[in-house]
């Protein structure tokens, strides 16, 4: 079973910059795809950034040119570096692992962004 462990929410500041980490761990193939989703109050969940184990790199338009992904295969972590930070970034941020046939969910962390 795998299991997702994200972290680095938490309130900041408009213009301000958070780093967010996901670390997988359990029974992974070394071929797969992590990145993080988000859900703001009363919208449905949307694509920020997805990363490959070959490090190709998908963003929301939204947020290319402020986020960042990367990752650390040998310790199967995701990270999303979060610059000039807006309101609307305001969401819970989810982190997913998809390899295979199988998806994983992590539980979420609040960002929440102050004008």
């Known amino acids: 079973q795998v299991q997702l462990v994200e972290s680095g929410g938490g309130l900041v500041q408009a213009g301000g910059s958070l780093r967010l980490s996901c670390a997988a761990s359990g029974s992974i193939f070394s071929s797969n795809v992590m990145g993080w989703y988000r859900q703001a109050l009363g919208k449905q969940r949307e694509l920020v950034a997805v990363?490959?184990?070959?490090?190709?790199?998908n963003y929301a338009d939204s947020v290319k040119g402020r986020f960042t992904i990367s990752r650390d295969n040998a310790k199967n972590t995701v990270y999303l570096q979060m610059n000039s930070l807006k309101p609307e970034d305001t969401a819970v941020y989810y982190c997913r692992l998809k390899a295979g046939l199988v998806d994983y969910w992590g539980q979420g962390t609040q960002v929440t962004v102050s004008s």
């Open positions: 990363i490959s184990t070959g490090s190709i790199t």
